[in-house]
């Protein structure tokens, strides 16, 4: 049975290796708490107002605590596997500093994911929505298409709350590993704010 993160699955095998150009500007690592709303390690601030997070995403389809759950099953023909147009999935999934699941927890990932291709008319795709809930009271809020066969998705940043009030940008996201039922998530959220 092909599911979501047999998908995810094969985008990570089909995985280059992408060079991120990052602005010529000495990056500068927020010392944790320095501002009172640092997310610790995993923000880095390239200029004033350009931020990097990179965070792993945890989405969690069985154990003990599932954090992803299947609660609409989509209609037709499959688009790939068991996976159909609609398909539509709701996440708490945990955020984390490193790809394990014991390291740090730095927020949550809320939100939906559907299953938005039809079947033959062109690759498996979804559409994200979500806000990063990180843990320092900061959101950020996520809207995009995952092209599940593309080994790196780029996904828009729409908006954000706090110390990413105003925030726009991208999300280039990418699989870092799968097991049956589970996916870890690698994102790397580049963006602008105000100030
Ligand atoms: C979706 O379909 C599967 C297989 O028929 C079923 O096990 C599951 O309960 C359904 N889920 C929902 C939310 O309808």
Redesign the pocket.
Known sequence: MTTHLDLELAAALAAIVLHVSMPAVVCRRLAGGGDGTSTGGMLTTTAANLHHLHLFMHDEHTGPTPTAV????GTGAPVTGDVRFGDTVVMDNVLTEGPTRDSRQVGRAQGTYVTTSLPREGPPAMLVSMNLVLTAGSTVTVVGRNDVTLPVRELAVVGGTGRFRMATGYVLWKTRSWRPKSAVLELDVYLRTTA
């Open positions: 299947l609660i609409v099953n």
